[in-house]
């Protein structure tokens, strides 16, 4: 691994703790005005100093993040449907040399393993790898749901395998039971965790908590954060069990007076 992708992942997990929590904002590339992003700057702002890197597209970070944020940026560069559609039909929306002038620390795709575009989604990550390495931007590599497919850990190694396999830098994935062998199947590539649905906070506290255990390096959390009634106190509790290893208790705690 070249210096300059060392430098980038560095920005992104914390030497400190050797993990990192995530915020994940870029669900309008196919959910559109999601609940809690209509406005995406006003939801966002008051989260960035608790978030170790912003998971956004393109457009949002020019419209919403402001230039001297620091925060380093890990860049959606896929998509292609929305949720009318097939979900695994994606392209590569966002060239390589717009993630260099966006300065961003990571570039991300989904890889839809199961999906009826599988194939296709392997191919964009596969590509994407190849720019990476070029200029030195590590990758992220989301692992989406197949239609048929069981969020077990068989499925989950599976696809988490594979896309290692290819040549992510970095792989997010759903919590599932069993977890640790998701984690072993990905060798020395850091895993970090989806949020997904919306869950009560206590019980995302709790998966936050399984994961890091489990060897999860962090999460890559958004609904769980910014559609909480305390978003600010969520992400300060997610960030104690993460860097600091506290407590489910301690960190829900820590949401109820954040």
């Given at each position: 691994?070249?210096?300059?992708?060392?430098?980038?992942?560095?920005?992104?997990?914390?030497?400190?703790?050797?993990?990192?929590?995530?915020?994940?904002?870029?669900?309008?590339?196919?959910?559109?005005?999601?609940?809690?992003?209509?406005?995406?700057?006003?939801?966002?702002?008051?989260?960035?100093?608790?978030?170790?890197?912003?998971?956004?597209?393109?457009?949002?970070?020019?419209?919403?993040?402001?230039?001297?944020?620091?925060?380093?940026?890990?860049?959606?560069?896929?998509?292609?449907?929305?949720?009318?559609?097939?979900?695994?039909?994606?392209?590569?929306?966002?060239?390589?040399?717009?993630?260099?002038?966006?300065?961003?620390?990571?570039?991300?795709?989904?890889?839809?393993?199961?999906?009826?575009?599988?194939?296709?989604?392997?191919?964009?990550?596969?590509?994407?790898?190849?720019?990476?390495?070029?200029?030195?931007?590590?990758?992220?590599a989301v692992t989406a749901v197949g239609k048929e497919m069981e969020?077990?850990?068989?499925?989950?190694?599976?696809?988490?395998?594979?896309?290692?396999?290819?040549?992510?830098?970095?792989?997010?994935?759903?919590?599932?039971?069993?977890?640790?062998?998701?984690?072993?199947?990905?060798?020395?590539?850091?895993?970090v965790i989806a949020g997904g649905k919306k869950l009560p906070e206590?019980?995302?506290?709790?998966?936050?908590?399984?994961?890091?255990?489990?060897?999860?390096?962090?999460?890559?959390?958004?609904?769980?954060?910014?559609?909480?009634?305390?978003?600010?106190?969520?992400?300060?509790?997610?960030?104690?069990?993460?860097?600091?290893?506290?407590?489910?208790?301690?960190?829900?705690?820590?949401?109820?007076?954040?």
């Amino acid at each position: 691994m070249n210096w300059g992708m060392k430098n980038r992942l560095s920005r992104i997990i914390k030497l400190r703790s050797g993990r990192c929590v995530m915020l994940a904002v870029d669900h309008g590339y196919f959910q559109g005005p999601t609940t809690g992003l209509s406005n995406l700057g006003e939801t966002v702002e008051p989260l960035l100093p608790y978030a170790d890197a912003l998971m956004i597209t393109r457009g949002a970070v020019r419209n919403w993040i402001k230039p001297d944020a620091q925060i380093p940026i890990i860049l959606r560069v896929s998509g292609g449907q929305s949720v009318l559609k097939e979900l695994s039909n994606e392209i590569i929306t966002t060239n390589i040399e717009d993630a260099i002038r966006i300065n961003a620390s990571a570039i991300t795709c989904s890889v839809y393993i199961g999906g009826e575009y599988e194939r296709e989604t392997i191919g964009n990550l596969s590509k994407l790898v190849d720019e990476g390495e070029k200029y030195g931007i590590p990758v992220l590599a989301v692992t989406a749901v197949g239609k048929e497919m069981e969020r077990d850990a068989r499925y989950l190694g599976l696809a988490s395998r594979i896309c290692v396999e290819i040549g992510a830098h970095m792989v997010k994935t759903y919590y599932t039971r069993d977890f640790r062998k998701v984690v072993e199947a990905c060798g020395n590539v850091p895993v970090v965790i989806a949020g997904g649905k919306k869950l009560p906070e206590k019980e995302a506290l709790e998966m936050t908590t399984n994961a890091v255990s489990d060897g999860a390096t962090g999460v890559d959390m958004g609904r769980n954060i910014f559609q909480s009634d305390n978003p600010v106190g969520m992400i300060q509790a997610v960030r104690a069990i993460v860097h600091e290893g506290k407590s489910v208790d301690e960190a829900y705690e820590i949401y109820e007076q954040g």
